[in-house]
């Protein structure tokens, strides 16, 4: 048997452009979009629901692609990729690279996928808040604080 | 070899003398540097290409670091956090000003002029009015780099140091989502491989079912206990593996220690003992303060990301690219598994996520060779599980130590002896003869891969790390047990056995304070002649409010402690909450790591090893039963989470006529000792067993009332 034939055909729409792909229906959001759509933004890091490094926005909520098999997705995929281009970063990620917020970096990309939300909801979040709607995410790098005082210098910056 | 000085080179370069090693400058592609270090998270790559630009004087941005290659570039070894930026970076130095000179030699020659009379500015070669002779790229095609370094007719001087900060160069690509790391990487063709591993450790495959009908499965390696199964697609791979999980039978299994007892196990095995200071400490009379052990338990690396490698065999040459700390050994290690020339085998570093010492990385290159060897021409990449990352990565050991110290007539410490227990923690490829890689292991069917080494005392020791105090004693007793048994594999984890040595012999240091009556500041400093470690002490407490009053429920302890008692020194003030759980409000720590390369990734990686310290401190513990490993994946493995996190304060003592000494792993012996002070200043009692838990304060509090 080949791979194709257990297949089926979505289109995913990620950042705003529409890419069909053909693959079994039980594949994981996350393989889809590392492996077929050539997004490698997310990371696996458990596929278990429990670290956040594979966090997208589905439908604007950060939701976890690794558990998650492509015949639910109905809705509209954002990444860290999709965030922002080099030429124009989100106000997260100037303020990541400003405050050097990261270490190996693994996490990185989950992180800003959430805390885009909470800006996006919340313009002008405290401190507690920050760290509230980071607590989903797991980094084994001790990079923590940076991260919650990038968050709240993107908010000061008018994110 | 006569005619050039290798005194006073750094090792590496004793190894790799030949500067065109290190580095090709050439008209269009400009300086392109290659280290046999690699990056980790630490931003070794960015300190290295800060270095090199001083020296070379050009912008940081005209030099291109590229990654390591067991093939061209140094070979330096495996990096080890804190040891890389003294070793690479003196060699990078070095190397940088020796081709420095040469090129200031061709333009004296282009110029016809003196060398003396040939300035450098900014990446330019000028005479003496300004004007321009030319650029290290003008002048490429005059110099021959390949040629050794210690040249004694050069004048080589370093250039005095600054410590701007650059901005990591690797960064950008993480921060912004695009393809960086391994498990990013992508070949046409490339196909995906699941391995299976035992059910317990010490079990042996008995029979599998057949999965290769199944849905992309393209082959299954079996070969002794090493199961495997490679695919089309990842997906595939996974549930192809999770039936050969569900089908496959295995027989027998080692019997694991009793978790809850793991002093008691450590202390009744073979071990190879080492006496690593004999004073002949005496306690015999009524003084003897203090008699304690204090433990950890094995605790996981748990990187975020889990193994990943790809190879390929193409033409009898196997290519591997891994995230391995030690490229050279790994490769080498493949080769001699698989029978294999050494050079047959080359491996191109790629970044990973943050290892944290000796996890999966090596054992997953080794996966994927293996399997690539099954499917010639094709790339195969292999992934490890969360729950295998968990329970088959090698732990830092397990440890217990005791500590029997006698004050003197004065109120201070006459006396002390000290004597711990642990598996060793270096198993690297190479470590034993055979089966030092987990798949070999499997593949040759034993129950237990060889016991783990350690350091010799002239590298820091790994049982012994730490193990003798640093304070003035008169005399001191000091015996390391390296444990040979070994069901759950170990080996190193950042700071090796510093970080139970500190935690016990600084928890000590508070009881004995205590029972003197004294102030636990000034009962350290009146035992510390060493003016930079009074300094980190005292910067550290005055930062804090040492001393304070603090309301109910709060207390605040203190530690110290130079790492390998001749790196960095760290000294740790805590404050914690105690009530239901220990919450670690604050750290201030205060750090002397000589001279300061690059500001920023000091306080980055202080603080980052801050927390990770925390995270084992109060949270961390494999857990296993009498059979297997039990905490497979985050919610049996927890670790600290953005609402426990302290805020941490990190002052730097820069010192910059004083050599470079590595930061990250500083404080991991520090703060769980500054934590363990700061829960018995709050509730008046003394936990002496990691992780700080409910559970353990419990313990210790019923374990009190027993003795009185
Ligand atoms: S990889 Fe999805 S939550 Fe961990
Ligand atoms: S920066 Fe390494 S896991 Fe977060």
């Not at chain 2, 082959?219 to 089309?232: K, M, Q, S």
């Not at chain 2, 010492?357 to 992934?383: E, F, I, K, Q, W």
């Not at chain 2, 105690?578 to 919450?583: E, I, K, N, T």
Request: proline share 6%; hydrophobic share 40%; glycine share 10%.
């Amino acid at each position: 048997m080949t791979a194709s034939e257990a297949s089926s055909r979505f289109d995913v729409r990620v950042n705003g452009r529409a890419v069909p792909v053909s693959v079994p229906s039980e594949t994981s959001l996350l393989e889809v979009l590392r492996n077929d759509v050539g997004d490698k933004s997310p990371k696996f890091g458990c596929g278990l629901g429990q670290c956040g490094a594979c966090m997208v926005w589905l439908d604007g909520h950060p939701t976890p692609s690794c558990d998650l098999p492509i015949e639910y997705v109905t809705g509209e995929v954002r990444t860290a990729s999709g965030l922002g281009t080099p030429d124009g970063p989100h106000p997260l990620q100037a303020a990541f690279l400003e405050l050097q917020a990261g270490q190996c970096g693994y996490c990185v990309s989950g992180v800003l996928v959430s805390a885009a939300a909470l800006l996006r909801d919340n313009p002008c979040p405290t401190r507690d808040e920050v760290t509230a709607a980071l607590e989903r995410h797991l980094c084994r790098c001790g990079t923590h604080q940076r991260f919650v005082d990038a968050v709240l210098a993107a908010a000061g910056a008018g994110a | 070899m006569s005619d050039r000085t290798t005194t006073g080179l750094p090792d590496s370069l004793v190894s790799n003398p030949r500067v065109s090693t290190w580095l090709t400058v050439t008209e269009h592609r400009g300086i392109e540097l290659r280290v046999g270090k690699v990056e980790l998270g630490q931003g070794i790559v960015t300190a290295l290409t800060q270095l090199a630009a001083h020296e070379l004087d050009v912008p940081p941005d005209a030099i291109r670091p590229t990654a390591t290659n067991t093939a061209a570039s140094p070979d330096e070894g495996l990096t080890a956090g804190s040891l890389s930026v003294m070793t690479s970076g003196s060699a990078v130095r070095r190397v940088c000003a020796e081709a420095r000179e040469l090129f200031r030699r061709a333009a004296a020659h282009r110029a016809g002029l003196d060398v003396d009379d040939v300035a450098l500015v900014s990446g330019l070669f000028v005479r003496a009015d300004g004007s321009r002779i030319g650029s290290y790229a003008d002048l490429a095609a005059a110099v021959d780099l390949d040629v050794e370094v210690g040249d004694p007719t050069l004048r080589v001087e370093l250039t005095p140091s600054s410590s701007k900060d650059l901005h990591r160069l690797d960064l950008p690509d993480k921060v912004m989502g695009r393809p960086r790391f391994i498990h990013d990487l992508e070949f046409a063709g490339m196909l995906h491989g699941r391995v299976v591993r035992p059910p317990r450790p010490g079990a042996h495959l008995v029979d599998i079912p057949d999965v290769t009908t199944l849905p992309g499965v393209h082959t299954v390696v079996r070969e002794g206990d090493f199961l495997a199964v490679v695919a089309a697609r990842e997906g595939q791979a996974v549930r192809a593996a999770e039936a050969l999980v569900a089908g496959a039978t295995w027989t027998g299994g080692l019997q694991l220690p009793d978790a809850d007892d793991i002093g008691s196990w450590l202390r009744s095995v073979d071990a190879e003992t080492t006496a690593l200071r004999a004073d002949g400490a005496r306690h015999d009379g009524a003084r003897t303060t203090l008699r304690a052990s204090y433990s950890r338990p094995f605790v996981a690396h748990g990187s975020i990301g889990p193994g990943c490698a790809i190879a390929v065999l193409d033409e009898g040459r196997l290519n591997v690219w891994s995230h391995s700390q030690a490229v050279f050994l790994v490769g080498r290690g493949i080769a001699s598994a698989l029978g294999l020339a050494p050079d047959a085998v080359v491996v191109q570093h790629v970044e990973g996520a943050g290892s944290y010492g000796h996890n999966s990385s090596d054992d997953v290159a080794m996966d994927a060779a293996l399997l690539a060897t099954h499917l010639p021409g094709r790339h195969v990449r292999v992934l490890w599980s969360r729950a295998d990352e968990l329970g088959w990565e090698p732990f830092g050991p397990a440890m217990t130590g005791e500590v029997t110290a006698t004050l003197g007539a004065d109120g201070l410490v006459s006396d002390l002896s000290y004597e711990v227990w642990g598996n060793g923690h270096v198993a690297r490829p190479g470590y034993a003869p055979q089966h030092s890689l987990l798949a070999d292991a499997h593949r040759g069917g034993v129950d237990t891969m060889p016991p783990a080494t350690d350091p010799p005392p002239e590298r820091g020791a790994g049982t012994g790390r730490n193990a003798e105090p640093y304070y003035d004693i008169a005399r001191v007793d000091v015996v390391a047990h390296r444990v040979l048994a070994m069901p759950l594999r170990t080996s190193s984890l950042r700071s090796l056995g510093a970080n139970l040595n500190a935690f016990a012999l600084e928890s000590a240091m508070d009881e004995l304070a205590a029972a003197a009556g004294r102030d636990p500041l000034e009962f350290r400093l009146a035992h510390l002649s060493d003016p930079r470690a009074r300094d980190v002490l005292t910067t550290a407490a005055d930062a804090a409010g040492w001393g304070g009053p603090l309301p109910e429920d709060r207390g605040r302890g203190l530690a110290f402690s130079r790492y390998k008692n001749r790196n960095s020194y760290c000294a740790v003030v805590a404050d914690v909450e105690a009530a239901d759980a220990v919450r670690v409000t604050r750290l201030t720590i205060a750090v002397d790591v000589g001279r300061v390369v690059n500001l920023d990734g000091v306080r980055n990686q202080i603080e980052g090893g801050a927390l990770q310290a925390t995270s084992w401190a109060l949270l961390e513990r494999v857990a296993f039963d009498r059979q297997r490993v039990l905490s497979t994946d985050w919610d049996s493995y927890p670790i600290l989470r953005f609402s426990q996190v302290p805020h941490v304060e990190v002052h730097v003592l820069d010192r910059p006529d004083q050599p470079s000494l590595g930061a990250g792993e500083a404080t991991m012996g520090p703060v769980p000792a500054a934590i363990a002070n700061a829960v018995a200043d709050a509730l008046g009692v003394r936990v002496r067993t990691l992780p700080l838990t409910s559970d353990a304060i419990v313990a210790a509090i019923e374990a009190e009332i027993e003795a009185d």
